[in-house]
């Protein structure tokens, strides 16, 4: 599970800007929201341009930087303009059990990871600076890996290296981290949905699940029955089930678009049993207050995930199935939780978005 993140240096964040899932209150209600004793299920608030897809962006970040730098995405924007220090820095503190993994790196642009350093049980293991590739802090980590070659300067990451050339036990700390990136999920179907569609359609054929996504759609509002038809091409297709057939892809609205993407990534994570992390970034774009609502509860369902819902609906900001704690609002490069935002003691009883919208939160 992650612990703790912080970035600095990032697009819009020019100071440092952090999370911590450990600040859990002692809130009696809603308690499925909490996962191994840290925050499980968080919405982050906040106005247009306030920094929530910019957030998402650099928790998931640390997915991108374990691949080779050609494959690393592209952002010509990844520093943020007064930045004085010539890199982005991130931090990110997991938690396996009574194990923890600090991981920091640098970053002078998207593709340039040039910083390294792992803690694990707040013992150095390693730490490399590549642009001073002789001093090598990793005494730690020639005990624990005698055999591993130190030639940092020809890896795509040192954390990716150690452990893709290591034979960890599946329960060793480096191997869980690995394990946890790798499965490390943003998710912005309002920029990509058509694209994915496809693969989401065929995913749902494929795997049988069209009636249970026909019963998603019926319990979102979209009451019309689906059926799988061969379309021109000979093709199987997901239809409609009128007279005559409409085929989803070209005549399903821009809604109910987002709603497979959703279903998928829920059915993909259903299955997962280990600890995973999904960034849902303005994940109701397209929804009815009470839709959104319902994708929150729903995602609520999931035991071994922390899930992260962005967005600019206040209805969200609620203690029916959210908690204070679990509650952020961003903006001016700062990131609060509510109990951190004001000096009133908040209960269950409490009626949080007429408090925000009051100004209680303002500082």
């Given amino acids: 599970m992650l612990k703790y993140f912080s970035v600095s240096g990032y697009k819009n964040f020019g100071e440092l800007i952090e999370l911590d899932f450990s600040d859990v209150r002692d809130y009696r209600f809603s308690t499925e929201c909490i996962n191994d004793g840290l925050l499980g299920k968080i919405i982050i608030y906040g106005i247009n341009a306030a920094g929530k897809s910019n957030f998402a962006r650099a928790l998931h970040d640390i997915r991108d930087s374990r691949m080779e730098p050609s494959k690393r995405e592209r952002d010509d924007y990844y520093l943020n303009v007064k930045n004085t220090n010539g890199f982005a820095e991130f931090l990110y503190v997991f938690q396996f059990g009574e194990n923890t993994v600090e991981y920091k790196y640098r970053k002078t642009a998207s593709r340039d990871l040039v910083y390294e350093k792992i803690v694990i049980d707040n013992e150095l293991l390693v730490e490399y600076d590549r642009e001073h590739p002789g001093d090598i802090h990793a005494e730690n980590l020639i005990k624990m890996a005698p055999t591993l070659r130190l030639a940092f ?6 954390l990716h290296y150690i452990v893709t050339n ?3 036990d599946i329960n ?3 191997q869980k981290t ?3 990136i790798r499965y490390l999920t943003l998710d912005t179907s309002w920029e990509h949905m058509d694209s994915a ?9 494929k795997m049988d699940l069209v009636k249970e996504f026909e019963g998603f759609l019926h319990k979102a509002g979209v009451h019309e029955s689906l059926t799988v038809l061969e379309d021109p ?7 409609f089930d009128v007279n005559p057939p409409l085929p989803f892809y070209q005549s399903a609205s821009s809604g109910t678009k ?3 993407g959703l279903f998928v990534l829920f059915s993909y994570a259903k299955h997962i049993r280990f600890p995973q992390l999904f960034i849902l970034d303005e994940f109701d774009a397209f929804y009815h207050f009470e839709l959104a609502e319902q994708i929150v509860k729903m995602f609520l369902s999931l035991p071994n995930a922390q899930v992260i819902f962005t967005s600019h609906n206040t209805l969200l900001l609620t203690n029916r199935y959210m908690r204070p704690d679990c509650c952020f609002i961003i903006g001016n490069n700062r990131l609060v939780a509510l109990p951190n935002a004001t000096k009133m003691e908040l209960r269950e009883g409490h009626n949080i978005q007429k408090l925000f919208i009051g100004g209680e939160f303002n500082e």
């Fill in 197 to 205: 569609l496809s693969s989401d359609i065929g995913h749902i054929i």
């Fill in 166 to 168: 290591t034979p960890f």
């Fill in 233 to 239: 091409s000979g093709k199987q297709a997901l239809y």
């Fill in 178 to 180: 690995m394990d946890f």
């Fill in 258 to 260: 987002a709603l497979c």
């Fill in 153 to 158: 300067d020809k890896v795509i990451s040192v």
């Fill in 172 to 174: 060793h700390p480096l």
